[in-house]
């Protein structure tokens, strides 16, 4: 873990391989300090990775991913994002709905859109946040 977290500080884009390699390790800690490492390299060679780190894992290495993808946010990480609304978590719910917002691509206003039932008020705030981000993106660059 330290290890993890000495390569995610350092900067430097040669460390992003073998964090990406230390995401098969055994231990759910580790893995997770991999992913916030690669988050704040901002590699985005480690987004097909991450989207697999996320697909099956724990809740917070769910969430911890869904922040990386955030930092580093690359368009290919939307469909991913979009299928984290569905989680039985609200805490990846909520995350995947702020990064949707930040990444601003309209694909991600329907599913979204399916948040404004959710039980948790949280959830549905977020998603109206980023509903709203993205539409007034939209607006400013269209």
């Keep these: 873990m330290a290890a993890a977290a000495a390569l995610g500080k350092s900067g430097n884009p040669s460390a992003t391989a073998p964090l990406i390699h230390a995401l098969s390790d055994p231990h759910p800690r580790v893995r997770r300090e991999c992913i916030h ?79 404004g039932s959710d039980p948790f008020s949280g959830v549905r705030e977020s998603a109206d946040a980023a509903i709203a981000k993205i539409r007034k993106r939209r607006v400013s660059h269209g």
Excluded: F
């Excluded at 724990?58 to 984290?84: F, Y």
């Design 37 to 115: 490492a690669l988050g704040r390299l901002g590699d985005s060679d480690a987004v097909p990775s991450l989207i697999a780190a996320i697909a099956n894992a724990d809740t917070e290495t769910r969430i911890a991913g869904i922040a990386a993808l955030g930092r580093i946010r690359d368009p290919r990480a939307i469909p991913s994002l979009i299928s984290c609304l569905k989680d039985s978590d609200d805490r990846v719910r909520t995350g995947a709905a702020d990064v949707l917002g930040r990444l601003g691509d309209p694909r991600a206003i329907g599913p979204l859109e399916t948040l």
